[in-house]
């Protein structure tokens, strides 16, 4: 900390950028939206009234401009390693001639969104048919039982089931008629007083 200067008169009030930089890498770990000096303290390697001072009256022009370095740098993790940012602003990879400029690394979230929109199309979409499918099912059920319906109402109606109807008597009579002279052609036949000849 020796090239550091920490003279009062060089302290300046600590940027946004800087303060999310503190919260987002040393949060409480019991209080919400709180500020853990001791690993900021470990992290600078200076005493927790040193961080609280910065926090509250302001810091070194250092500490604004290592936090804003630390905050757009590269990851130092097995995730991000072989990559780094060139001289030609560029974003190198660990494969060969692929180095990625600004737009070219939006254009992935661009299309990352456009299948999650994609997708949710598709979702609604069937949906959709699903619905479409219930309801053509459902009308062609109301369609069968209007038939059965009517089938029933005419079955109701029917001579063959109506014990009451003048058919079903006449029918009676009828059958009675027919049946009389069959007995009589049957008595006269076997009548004593026939003759023979």
């Known amino acids: 900390m020796k090239n550091r200067s920490n003279n009062k008169m060089d302290f300046k009030e600590m940027t946004t950028d800087t303060r999310f930089f503190f919260l987002s890498n040393f949060p409480h770990p019991e ?21 609280y001072n910065w926090w509250r ?62 997708e949710q199309e598709n979702k609604q979409l069937r949906q959709r048919l699903g619905k479409l499918r219930d309801n053509d099912e459902l009308q062609a059920i109301r369609e069968e039982l209007d038939m059965i319906s009517s089938t029933i109402t005419k079955l109701k109606d029917s001579p063959i089931l109506a014990h009451s109807t003048g058919f079903s008597k006449s029918v009676s009579r009828q059958s009675q008629y027919e049946t009389a002279p069959d007995n009589n052609h049957q008595l006269t036949n076997n009548s004593p007083n026939k003759s023979v000849k």
Do not use: M
């Open 31 to 51: 209080l919400c939206g709180k500020l853990d000096r001791d690993k900021a303290a470990q992290y600078f390697d200076v005493t927790t009234r040193t961080i």
């Open 57 to 118: 009256y302001g810091c070194p022009q250092w500490v604004n401009k290592h936090c804003d370095l630390a905050r757009r740098a590269i990851p130092k993790n097995k995730t991000w390693r072989g990559f780094y940012f060139g001289s030609d602003n560029k974003l190198h990879t660990p494969y060969d001639n692929l180095q990625l400029e600004a737009h070219e690394v939006l254009s992935v979230f661009q299309i990352r969104q456009f299948h999650q929109l994609a």
